[in-house]
């Protein structure tokens, strides 16, 4: 299991409910940036370099999930899976030939998806010399721009760029959770928690050993049972977080950003362990182009390579700092707090760090200079500029400890909140609401079929839940309450929601037997209960043993004193951490 810091949800409850799109104005601005804008990559319509973060001029209305950049332009994921582009379109980041677009703005991006059910993309990833890279709902990618090494994956050398999106050339039945841009090359974590590379080899970067150019993707040798959750990627190098809480580097070691204490010219070809402190785990790690920052599960700022050479060495961060996120640029770093307050240091000739200087600042953090309140949610570097977007929800900003989670959901359609502009985190879930959320996790998209006769006595044929908790009956996931009803309006508690994820992980036909021990001689040594508060005589016993076992990082760990609580509420804010474990552990969504 992953260290505590990473497994254990001491809360687990609720899901989200009926969607609506948001007809509020925004307090502020979707997204700010700032820094050298000689390519409009600033988004603001001027190439006006900016020392002060300034509004990205999005269109009214647009709210973004996740923001990437690299030296020369940026990209925007919206909360309703559209992308935006803008700044330099040399090698066609825009996907355009289109001789009107300055690349001043921002402009939606024609991602060439014909298929309704991968409309929707998840993620995104910008690369140094002008690739780019977008992962759609069911998992494939979608590749564009700069393609002189192999860039987009498509099997073949180009003649320079791909002004077309096309889809990369992924093995059959592999799919993608997300992915990331070197400079020159690609990669992809997959729903088996490995990782895919492709484009320039030259130092190693692909991690399979060789040198070699791939203009297809090929598996990077991960060591026998390590997980990958996550990867990042600079110039030339790439480092992948471990489920364990561990960090591997492979390629490039010019300026240290392996992390190994040497600063060699040798292409390193194959992941090794990053040497972190002793009793060190990493729960997020962000490659900037020649060095990397990295989050310990104790709030911890680690960086090493360029500036800060080739150890891990500790940033200083103001009295008092809860560091939720970190993000690495060209020559300096940033970092999101708990209160959405944004952090930054290193070098700033361009005025990367946002604070009305070009005075670089490498051993301590110091505050980008937003406007009071500004509840930022995500961040962004590319190699001169920085971007932050603002909170999606009304209510759930920076400081919500399921920020991340409920971020994901939004991402993959499971939910849009209220029509108020909020998503009530703390709200109990209820069954009819969990029935829309588990169609919306398993479909990949948001939407529930018309319901054409009512599956339970209480549940109107016209109510909007009705085709969800029709789905629910037909998969085997529920068969209602004894008394023949399914009372969609009462709340869901947290073992109901542990038998319908294990329901739903085996197909509506959870094992026969429950092996709740074990004989040894003729004698019965029983196993002990998954928590204390769990009975043996539980009928939840079995599905919430299996939640708190599920590998590689867990679905929970129960509460801080040791018990699951079983008959407690599900809230919206949790529900969401459910799904994201489940996703990380099975890739539950989009499963058809």
């Given amino acids: 299991m992953v260290a505590a810091a990473l497994t254990v949800l001491l809360?687990?409850?609720?899901?989200?409910?009926?969607?609506?799109?948001?007809?509020?104005?925004?307090?502020?601005?979707?997204?700010?940036?700032?820094?050298?804008?000689?390519?409009?990559?600033?988004?603001?319509?001027?190439?006006?370099?900016r020392e002060l973060p300034r509004p990205v001029a999005l269109p009214a209305g647009v709210t973004v999930s996740k923001l990437t950049a690299d030296g020369y332009g940026s990209l925007a994921?919206?909360?309703?899976?559209?992308?935006?582009?803008?700044?330099?379109?040399?090698?066609?980041?825009?996907?355009?030939?289109?001789?009107a677009v300055t690349g001043l703005d921002p402009v939606p991006l024609d991602l060439k998806i014909s298929s309704p059910a991968d409309r929707r993309i998840v993620d995104i990833a910008a690369g140094e010399a002008g690739h780019r890279l977008a992962v759609t709902s069911t998992g494939k990618v979608i590749a564009w721009g700069s393609d002189a090494l192999g860039q987009v994956g498509n099997g073949?050398?180009?003649?320079?760029?791909?002004?077309?999106?096309?889809?990369?050339l992924m093995p059959d039945g592999v799919k993608v959770t997300s992915v990331a841009a070197g400079s020159d090359n690609s990669y992809a974590v997959t729903s088996s928690n490995t990782v895919y590379a492709w484009g320039a080899g030259w130092s190693g970067?692909?991690?399979?050993?060789?040198?070699?150019?791939?203009?297809?993707?090929v598996p990077v040798t991960i060591p026998a049972g390590t997980h990958i959750l996550a990867v990042s990627a600079g110039d030339g190098f790439a480092v992948a977080l471990t489920a364990a809480g561990g960090l591997l580097a492979w390629g490039q070691n010019y300026y240290g950003q392996l992390g190994n204490g040497s600063t060699d010219s040798d292409p390193h070809a194959l992941p090794t362990p990053v040497p972190l402190p002793s009793g060190t785990t990493v729960a997020q790690v962000s490659a900037g182009r020649t060095h990397v920052v990295a989050l310990t599960s104790t709030g911890r700022v680690l960086t090493w390579g360029g500036?800060?050479?080739?150890?891990?060495?500790?940033?200083?961060?103001?009295?008092?700092?809860?560091?939720?996120?970190?993000?690495?640029?060209?020559?300096?770093?940033?970092?999101?707090?708990?209160?959405?307050?944004?952090?930054?240091?290193?070098?700033?000739?361009?005025?990367?760090?946002?604070?009305?200087?070009?005075?670089?600042?490498?051993?301590s953090a110091g505050p980008v200079r937003l406007a009071a309140g500004?509840?930022?949610?995500?961040?962004?570097?590319?190699?001169?500029?920085?971007?932050?977007?603002?909170?999606?929800?009304?209510?759930?900003t920076a400081g919500n400890p399921f920020l991340s989670e409920i971020d994901w959901l939004q991402r993959f359609a499971v939910t849009t909140g209220y029509a108020d502009g909020t998503f009530r985190p703390t709200v109990p879930i209820t069954r009819g609401q969990l029935a829309i959320y588990l169609y919306r996790y398993a479909h990949g998209a948001g939407y529930i079929p018309p319901c054409r006769l009512s599956p339970f006595p209480d549940v109107p044929v016209h109510s909007d839940a009705c085709g969800a908790i029709a789905w629910l009956k037909t998969e085997g996931l529920t068969g209602g309450f004894q008394d023949g009803n399914f009372h969609p309006a009462a709340a869901v508690s947290r073992q109901a929601m542990a038998a319908f994820l294990h329901r739903y992980f085996y197909a509506g036909e959870p094992p026969l037997a429950c092996v709740r021990g074990i004989w040894i001689g003729g004698v019965f040594y029983p196993f002990a209960p998954p928590f204390p508060d769990v009975s043996d005589a539980s009928p939840f016993w079995c599905a919430i043993s299996w939640l708190r076992a599920a590998q590689?990082?867990?679905?929970?760990?129960g509460y801080a004193d040791g018990n699951f609580r079983p008959t407690a509420p599900v809230s919206r804010q949790a529900m969401a951490a459910y799904l994201h474990r489940y996703f990380i552990d099975f890739y539950g969504f989009g499963a058809g």
């Fill in 374 to 396: 500004t509840p930022v949610t995500t961040i962004a570097a590319g190699r001169w500029h920085a971007q932050a977007a603002t909170a999606q929800f009304s209510d759930v």
């Fill in 156 to 168: 073949a050398p180009s003649s320079g760029a791909v002004h077309t999106p096309v889809e990369v």
């Fill in 77 to 99: 994921l919206t909360t309703d899976g559209r992308v935006y582009g803008w700044g330099s379109n040399q090698s066609w980041q825009l996907a355009t030939t289109d001789l």
């Fill in 552 to 557: 590689p990082v867990g679905i929970t760990g």
């Fill in 307 to 363: 500036l800060w050479g080739a150890t891990p060495t500790e940033i200083s961060l103001p009295p008092g700092t809860v560091v939720r996120s970190v993000m690495g640029g060209g020559t300096f770093s940033m970092a999101l707090t708990a209160t959405g307050t944004v952090l930054a240091w290193g070098g700033n000739a361009n005025g990367e760090l946002g604070d009305g200087t070009t005075v670089s600042r490498t051993s």
């Fill in 205 to 217: 970067q692909i991690g399979n050993g060789s040198g070699a150019i791939q203009y297809a993707p």
């Fill in 11 to 49: 809360v687990l409850a609720g899901l989200v409910a009926v969607p609506a799109p948001s007809t509020a104005e925004p307090a502020f601005p979707a997204a700010y940036a700032w820094g050298r804008n000689t390519h409009g990559q600033l988004g603001d319509t001027t190439a006006d370099s």
